[in-house]
């Protein structure tokens, strides 16, 4: 069930179409997308959704097989590395080729390729997630090598963040120092940011629109805030004795969550009052309803029908 923007900010990110394949395997299949200037858009999916191939592709470290892609009004195929230099990728992967750096060097070399690099502000980040300046790459844990790679990252307070699970391998109270930095980052640039996450929760104060990925497809695309209009989990139950809540599948059905005797719990997408419409002709009784989390929201597409 894909929501088309309805924002008229220009786009920071065009995608038309594209695919990627890996010999007979899909990663994306004909992917959509529109970001306007200034969004965050939280990214999800299981594994194999395609995400961290999207990002790639974004930034030209992949080629795309078919479709369309502007990155910034840039396209990346030919334009590859303007984008990259205009972007702050942080990638999943924690490794880095030379690993013989110290800490400062290691930044010092990410310098050399982002003209707009703030040493004075590279500073602030480096003292702010303690990083351990003259500590060689290969000494680092992997959470100290995430620290490293954000503040490569951000400080060059780049118009585009790409951010591939940014907060792995940290611990709980790092993960918090970073949640605030970028909140502080996004406030203060406007940048626009691509924030892809396995732990739903922790980033969805920071999103306002929600990108699900399913098989290589788009399977949500929408605002936030729309979508938590327009979402409820309700308990709904079913007669003693003929049709129960088992055994019907209205079309504004995302998910089933459990079964208790003639009740079950449901996350649907209609107006409460349109759901109480259709449970009467449907012989079924509305016991409660309430408003659910954006994390809740995502869950529900990842883990219930197929989105179209």
């Given at each position: 069930?894909?929501?088309?923007?309805?924002?008229?900010?220009?786009?920071?990110?065009?995608?038309?179409?594209?695919?990627?394949?890996?010999?007979?395997?899909?990663?994306?299949?004909?992917?959509?997308?529109?970001?306007?200037?200034?969004?965050?858009?939280?990214?999800?999916?299981?594994?194999?959704?395609?995400k961290?191939?999207?990002l790639?592709?974004?930034?030209?470290?992949?080629?795309?097989?078919?479709?369309?892609?502007?990155?910034?009004?840039?396209?990346?195929?030919?334009?590859?590395?303007?984008?990259?230099?205009?972007?702050?990728?942080?990638?999943?992967?924690?490794?880095?080729?030379?690993?013989?750096?110290?800490?400062?060097?290691?930044?010092?070399?990410?310098?050399?390729?982002?003209?707009?690099?703030?040493?004075a502000?590279?500073?602030?980040?480096?003292?702010?997630?303690?990083?351990?300046?003259?500590?060689?790459?290969?000494?680092?844990?992997?959470?100290q090598?995430?620290?490293?790679?954000?503040?490569?990252?951000?400080?060059?307070?780049?118009?585009?963040?790409?951010?591939?699970?940014?907060?792995?391998?940290l611990?709980?109270?790092?993960?918090?120092?970073?949640?605030?930095?970028?909140?502080?980052?996004?406030?203060?640039?406007?940048?626009?940011?691509?924030?892809?996450?396995?732990?739903?929760?922790?980033?969805?104060?920071?999103?306002?629109?929600?990108?699900?990925?399913?098989?290589?497809?788009?399977?949500?695309?929408?605002?936030?805030?729309?979508?938590?209009?327009?979402?409820?989990?309700?308990?709904?139950?079913?007669?003693?004795?003929?049709?129960?809540?088992d055994?019907?599948?209205?079309?504004?059905?995302?998910?089933?969550?459990?079964?208790?005797?003639?009740?079950?719990?449901?996350?649907?997408?209609?107006?409460?009052?349109?759901?109480?419409?259709w449970?009467?002709?449907?012989?079924?009784?509305?016991?409660?309803?309430?408003?659910?989390?954006?994390?809740?929201?995502?869950?529900?597409?990842?883990?219930?029908?197929?989105?179209?």
């Amino acid at each position: 069930m894909t929501a088309q923007p309805a924002d008229h900010r220009p786009p920071a990110l065009q995608v038309r179409g594209l695919q990627k394949r890996y010999g007979r395997d899909t990663a994306l299949d004909g992917i959509d997308l529109s970001v306007p200037e200034g969004s965050v858009v939280l990214l999800v999916g299981p594994n194999g959704a395609g995400k961290t191939t999207l990002l790639k592709v974004l930034m030209d470290l992949l080629p795309a097989d078919e479709g369309d892609v502007q990155v910034l009004g840039r396209i990346p195929a030919r334009e590859g590395a303007h984008v990259r230099a205009a972007t702050g990728f942080l990638p999943e992967s924690v490794e880095f080729p030379f690993a013989r750096m110290r800490v400062r060097e290691v930044l010092a070399f990410h310098a050399r390729f982002r003209p707009r690099w703030d040493e004075a502000y590279a500073g602030r980040l480096a003292d702010e997630l303690e990083l351990r300046m003259d500590v060689r790459w290969k000494k680092l844990s992997k959470g100290q090598r995430r620290r490293v790679q954000l503040t490569a990252a951000l400080a060059h307070r780049p118009s585009l963040l790409l951010l591939d699970e940014p907060t792995d391998g940290l611990d709980p109270l790092v993960r918090e120092t970073v949640l605030g930095l970028l909140a502080r980052h996004l406030a203060e640039t406007g940048a626009t940011a691509l924030y892809s996450t396995h732990v739903l929760h922790e980033a969805q104060s920071l999103a306002d629109r929600l990108l699900v990925l399913k098989r290589g497809r788009v399977g949500v695309d929408a605002p936030v805030e729309e979508l938590r209009r327009s979402h409820l989990r309700v308990r709904v139950r079913g007669p003693e004795s003929g049709t129960g809540p088992d055994d019907v599948a209205p079309g504004f059905l995302v998910r089933r969550e459990a079964t208790l005797g003639r009740d079950q719990s449901w996350i649907v997408r209609t107006p409460e009052d349109e759901l109480k419409s259709w449970a009467r002709s449907a012989g079924l009784e509305v016991l409660e309803t309430e408003r659910i989390s954006m994390a809740d929201i995502a869950l529900a597409y990842l883990t219930g029908k197929e989105t179209s």
